[in-house]
């Protein structure tokens, strides 16, 4: 069927914009994590801070099937586990925080990223017409 919503050339197209605004919400919580804290914008504070973001992520992606089985579970799974091991490494590079202020910055981390990464999700549902495949 010629141009069928479900082609391997759209599937393709989905999967490309899937990892491309997973990734760009990452980087986008970062920028908005060093704007927040009012760090300096030196490449070496976006540096230390999205090297770990975007390795795990992109390690579990391949791990859990991310953008093979593209839908919400995957999604979860890889947020879920990504997100907290970045955050680990990401304050054993730099030090901090530790304690009850790593509980914190656990719990925003985790947050914002999830919102991040649904909102883009659904600019992505939004303009491919869908997505995520029927069930």
Request: aromatic share 14%; charged share 10%.
């Amino acid at each position: 069927m010629m141009g069928a919503v479900s082609s391997p050339r759209h599937r393709r197209g989905v999967v490309v914009a899937l990892a491309v605004v997973d990734i760009a919400a990452l980087q986008l919580f970062v920028l908005a994590g060093i704007r927040s804290h009012h760090e300096t914008t030196a490449l070496t504070t976006y540096v230390r801070n999205a090297i770990p973001l975007t390795v795990s992520w992109v390690g579990f992606s391949f791990l859990f099937g991310t953008y093979r089985r593209y839908g919400f579970s995957t999604l979860w799974r890889t947020w879920l586990v990504s997100v907290p091991v970045a955050l680990v490494v990401r304050s054993i590079w730099v030090g901090s925080p530790t304690g009850f202020a790593f509980l914190t910055f656990l719990i925003v981390g985790l947050g914002f990223t999830g919102l991040f990464l649904l909102v883009a999700r659904g600019l992505v549902a939004l303009t491919t017409g869908r997505g995520y495949p029927k069930r």
